[in-house]
């Protein structure tokens, strides 16, 4: 079988044959007949041959003539028209009027529509009398006026304070007193700081009521006891002290429940027996001090300002977290309060601000002071069951309302605000989020504050 192959002419012999070789190439290398070759071919011509491959080697059967370069095809060669050039125009034809209007004339006929067209109006025609309505009325009654929507100015946000930071102890104390018990004890000394010698008595009565359903024999319980009452005192310092050091590393920042809690852990007598611990904790409770102090002036003052904007929803829940416990609510403070309490508790506020303001009111220390002697016009069933459930609370509001407080009733506690829960779709189709409240009884939100607020 032949194929295309390009060789380049090596040499000329005197036998009537040249010498070849693969363009650009050593080999393949061969012999080829002069009578194939034009009288012009010269060493180092590069030629498109037919070639043969077999076994005794490459034969040459011919040479293809290549085109040369700039040379194409049979063209076409195209004669300029004797006529004159005339340039084409192209003008749109105007629709008609009957095409314009959606296929109907003038006169508001449809094309193909056979029938008469209506008759001129006759300007002196007397008019036709208008019908008269049962009521004495005549035209198209006039629509009610709509009424007008609730225009309110939402107040002013309120500054943030920066987020107070949680104690996270490092347990370096702890760590180092439990590396120096043997392994067998670490376990007795772990369950005596997390739960104290009752945790520790817990665990051998399980421990030992499983043996005994094994057939194996108990641990003796007291030897780990008094193991235990060894090992407390040393590590409830270590663990008091890394929390003290945590605390006093982050003291302006610092939450103050948490820092409470270490101050409050301090007076342990396991804790006063070492002079550095004292020493310690004293500086603690210089600090918390010095905390509450300027935490109750801001407290004070953030009250002031939210009544000033009018946010007495905020205000109220802001009197209900004072920063120290046990100390009397300003009294000209309160009297502000009360007043803008009452003053948001109206007939035309609406039964959702009711809800969110006494839900607010009923945990604030100024609830006594609140009196009342309106009542929204058409109460709906959240604000009745929102006044049944705070009724111990706020006796005198749910007099207002017609609910009596029976003797011993519970306090109720402040709702827990709700969670939505993602739900995973069964299928492809995506599905909105379920919010499914944490709390038994619906959450009170606080609606859009209205002119009061």
Known sequence: MSRRLDIELTSNRQDGTWTWRAAGAK???????????????????????????????ISVLSVVQMREKGQRGNMLEMLASEKSFTPVTQKLAEKPKSDRKGGRDAKGKRDGDTRPGRPPRDPNAPKRPESTRPDGTTGRPARPARPARPH??????????????????????????????????????????????KAVRDAVKIQNDQLRKDGKPEVPSDGLISMAQNLLPKLRVADWLDKAEAAKSDLATLDLRDLRSVVVASEDPMVLRDETTRALASELKVALKERQEAAQTLWLSDIVDALKVGRTVRALKMSSEPPKAGQPFPSELGAKLAAAAVAGLTTETAPDRWIALLEALAFSPIRVQVKLSTMPQQPTEALLSTVKRLAPLLPQIATLFGIEVAPGMSAPRPLRPTRPVRVKPKSTQIKPAVTEPVATEPVATEPAPTSAE
């Open 152 to 197: 309110f100015t939402a107040p002013p946000e309120m500054p943030k304070r920066p987020t107070a930071k949680r104690l996270k102890p490092k347990h370096v104390h702890r760590t180092a007193v439990l590396e120096t018990l043997p392994v067998e004890q670490r376990g007795v000394a772990e369950r005596a700081l997390e739960g104290g010698i």
């Open 27 to 57: 080999s393949p290398k061969g012999v080829v007949d002069s009578s194939l070759l034009s009288s012009s071919a010269k060493t180092g011509d590069v030629l498109k041959v037919e070639a043969d491959f077999d076994i005794d080697g």
